[in-house]
Nanobody, 123 residues
Framework: VQLVESGGGSVQAGGSLRLSCVAS????????MGWFRQAPGKEREGVAR????????LYDSSVKGRFTISRDNAKNTLYLQMNSLKAEDSAMYYC?????????????????WGQGTQVTVSS
């Protein structure tokens, strides 16, 4: 099981970034995948998740309307397009995956994590 994120970086408030997560074929085909983030001194929190069946996407209220999660099945890749970034979006962002049929809503649900990619937004 392997998840490899990329695309993080530093950007000014109002800017955009796109995160990518390349997954091993086994992981990708199994079920829900999502993005979580963790800022220093804070708990890891869910940002967005997308289900393999129907492509249903759900977002945390703090990012709804600004972030878009998507998946490219041909490339075994999960994306997070982040627009209108705010300073409070600064965090380490993690790609996450679960077995088919399992929930990927909470950090405790997640058995498979990527190594993380840092996003820093300056105001």
């Amino acid at each position: 099981v392997q998840l490899v994120e990329s695309g993080g970086g530093s950007v000014q408030a109002g800017g955009s970034l796109r995160l990518s997560c390349v997954a091993s074929v086994y992981t990708y085909s199994r079920g829900c995948m999502g993005w979580f983030r963790q800022a220093p001194g804070k708990e890891r929190e869910g940002v967005a998740r997308i289900y393999a069946t129907g492509g249903v996407a759900l977002y945390d209220s703090s990012v709804k309307g600004r972030f878009t999660i998507s998946r490219d099945n041909a490339k075994n890749t999960l994306y997070l397009q982040m627009n209108s970034l705010k300073a409070e979006d600064s965090a380490m962002y993690y790609c996450a995956a679960v077995e088919f049929g399992a929930s990927c809503e909470r950090p405790d649900d997640i058995p498979y994590w990527g190594q993380g990619t840092q996003v820093t937004v300056s105001s």
